[in-house]
């Protein structure tokens, strides 16, 4: 039997993507910017089964089903699609996925699992394909996992307006690691799983949010500033910056009737602004779960670290440089 096992890391949005095109593709409507992030890692094994009569998965050993199967078996399908006819039906395959942090909550769980899943299944397969091609396959399932197959500061294009769904768009790599040292401590404000997933949270908020063209509106220019701040080697506009674009995607999906927030991710929050009311440079960022994602500079994590721990509603708190993309481990 041949198998495969690749390695990934989430990535945390700067500059975030929430919303995607009109038409087929799973294209984004606006730009992101990411961090890869070394600490946290989803680890896949793909294992070509010719006794199998149909894919089959696990997530930390328990088997997946419904929707997030058909996810998986969509881009295994796309993966397999690539191989070149020789007249053969090729094997289902076993996946096996473990992430050493809390699965679906808003940790992008789903960037590092479907990144882990197309470089393992890619290796598997023997499809060898190049990077962009493998980022664009994860993008059409899942868009921030297009980032993950980075290392560092990744950006990822907004997509054409009127998508035929061939468009190849892939993340691209945009500034390496030591061009603004900065680390990410997460404050876990829960251990559940979140209840609205991305892309149903994403159509709620264009179905209901009076203020989504607002938001498509902006987005960019956060992007350019995000930008603008890396090259400039400025850690104060980049917090900045990405304060805004958090703040601004959570009042967009507020004003459509979507709150991942709960008591923790408030208090975090402000834990932070007091930190940088007393004069430490940090900022936060929240995705599509609870938790608080804060950007420090490394001199400045120790403190940073022991603020957010003695918040009550904070559970715990997780500490990520940044790191590698996507890669094939055996
Ligand atoms: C991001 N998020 O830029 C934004 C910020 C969450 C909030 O990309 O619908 O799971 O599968 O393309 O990739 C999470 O979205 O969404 C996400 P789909 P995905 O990181």
Redesign the pocket.
Known sequence: MTSARAIAHP???LA???G?QNGPG?Y?AVP?L?VTLDGLATTTKVTLDDSLAKDIATINGQEVVGEPKERIVTLLGLVRAKLSATGETPAFCCVESTNDFPTSS?L?S??SGFAALTIAADGAYGTQLPTDVLSDLA?R?????A?SFYSDFVVLASGPEAPTGNELLAARPFAERASLPLEVLVAVTTEGAKEV???GG?NQTRDKSPVYDAWKNEAPRIFADVKAAIETKSFERLGEAAERSALL?HATMIAGGLVYWNAGTMEAMHTVRKLRAKGTAAYFTI??GPHVKVLVEPENVRAVKAALESTPSVLRVLRATLGDGARLVS
Do not use: F, L
Not at 141 to 145: E, F, G, M, N, V
């Open positions: 990535n945390i949005a975030k993507y929430w995607k799973n984004p992101s990411s808003g992008a789903s960037a993008r399932i899942s868009a921030s996992s980032r997933k991305s892309t994403m995607m995705d599509a």
